[in-house]
T-cell receptor, first 112, second 113 residues
Framework: KQEVTQIPAALSVPEGENLVLNCSFT??????LQWFRQDPGKGLTSLLL?????REQTSGRLNASLDKSSGRSTLYIAASQPGDSATYLC???????????FGGGTRVLVKP | DAGVTQSPTHLIKTRGQQVTLRCSPK?????VSWYQQALGQGPQFIFQ???????QRGNFPDRFSGHQFPNYSSELNVNALLLGDSALYLC????????????FGQGTRLTVV
């Protein structure tokens, strides 16, 4: 059974510092990995999707890496801003069209 | 282009009652998945509908059931509500079995009292 872990559960950084968020999964046989952002009480916003054949994906200040063999992904957010404060969730899927298995999320606070 | 829309946004029900939640997928998407998110936890997969049939199911009791309509919209029904069913219910849409990039709605906050 696939298990996804995100450590730490919460993180606080001063504005301008780079954020590094970790995601690990127990079964390396994944199809893709997706990073999401969730604001309090709201739905999930897709940030980046990495296919299993890719090593990284970039969008603006966001960069996500994937090391399938070691079961890890890292989301980097450059030059953090207070507006980046949210919970970040990673999720993996085993096959095309399959369900997402989520980690518990990392709650991020960026202090002005 | 409208994204995934869910209704209602909030509702309060009494233990033992039944509830129906609704979801309209993103334009062009034909697959709808439902997730339950308890406070402070990651979403848990309930089930997925494709071509009006339940294709996958997570570890949820039969009290949780669903339906997909010909226009791809979907309903989640929960019978005999328990206090533990209180959660944020999220709907996600995707394009069939070719691309699993999922797009989520804003969720329905269900409180059972």
């Amino acid at each position: 059974k696939q298990e996804v872990t995100q450590i730490p559960a919460a993180l606080s950084v001063p504005e301008g510092e780079n954020l590094v968020l970790n995601c690990s999964f127990t079964d390396s046989a994944i199809y893709n990995l997706q990073w999401f952002r969730q604001d309090p009480g709201k739905g999930l916003t897709s940030l980046l999707l990495i296919q299993s054949s890719q090593r990284e994906q970039t969008s603006g200040r966001l960069n996500a890496s994937l090391d399938k063999s070691s079961g890890r992904s890292t989301l980097y957010i450059a030059a953090s801003q207070p507006g980046d404060s949210a919970t970040y969730l990673c999720a993996v899927t085993k096959a095309a069209g399959n369900k997402l298995t989520f980690g518990g999320g990392t709650r991020v606070l960026v202090k002005p | 282009d409208a994204g995934v829309t869910q209704s209602p946004t909030h509702l309060i029900k009494t233990r033992g009652q039944q509830v129906t939640l609704r979801c309209s997928p993103k334009s062009g998407h034909d697959t709808v998945s439902w997730y339950q998110q308890a406070l402070g936890q990651g979403p848990q997969f309930i089930f997925q509908y494709y071509e009006e049939e339940e294709r996958q199911r997570g570890n949820f009791p039969d009290r949780f059931s669903g339906h997909q309509f010909p226009n791809y919209s979907s309903e989640l029904n929960v019978n005999a509500l328990l206090l533990g069913d209180s959660a944020l219910y999220l709907c996600a849409s995707s394009l069939g079995h070719y691309n699993t990039e999922a797009f989520f709605g804003q969720g329905t906050r269900l409180t059972v009292v």
